[in-house]
């Protein structure tokens, strides 16, 4: 899939890391895994981390780790699974890894209005990305596997 299609261009910081900011979660070493074009990272100088726009692997562990909409990006249990792994080996004894998702109803009000095509379990946009939506629930229960 086209994953790397989904990173979006902005010019202010993500909703995400603009709460995790606010929490006070993004003390300390800080990695944006999956963090697309990288405005969360130019905004607050924290590490980036990207298969396609910022793809050299970070060498060390972080407080914090975050993935923000990459899970929902990708079309198979096993690649969701992957990612999550790959991020974990960034997070320091004692960090966090903070996951988000696209929720379940977003996606499928897109799909709905947008006419996205059906594809294991999700959809496949007009871009030709795959997108597939989470409820907190569901996203227990995946990562229970």
């Given at each position: 899939m086209n994953s790397h299609k989904t990173a979006i261009s902005r010019t202010n910081l993500s909703k995400p890391?603009?709460?995790?900011?606010?929490?006070?979660?993004?003390?300390g070493p800080t990695l944006d895994f999956g963090c697309g074009k990288?405005?969360?990272?130019?905004?607050?100088?924290?590490?980036?981390?990207?298969?396609?726009?910022?793809?050299?692997?970070?060498?060390?562990w972080y407080n914090t780790v975050t993935m923000n909409y990459v899970i929902n990006t990708l079309d198979t249990h096993y690649k969701r699974?992957?990612?999550?792994?790959?991020?974990?080996?960034?997070?320091d004894v004692g960090g966090i890894l903070i996951i988000t998702s696209r929720t379940y109803k977003d996606i499928t009000n897109n799909a709905i209005k947008h006419g996205w095509k059906p594809h294991a379990g999700g959809y496949i946009t007009g871009k030709g990305t795959f997108q597939i939506g989470f409820m907190n629930d569901q996203l227990r229960e995946f990562l229970s596997y």
């Open positions: 890391m603009t709460i995790f900011r606010d929490a006070g979660l993004l003390d990288g405005k969360d990272v130019e905004i607050l100088g924290i590490d980036g981390y990207d298969p396609h726009y910022f793809p050299k692997l970070p060498v060390k699974l992957q990612a999550i792994r790959d991020a974990w080996k960034f997070v």
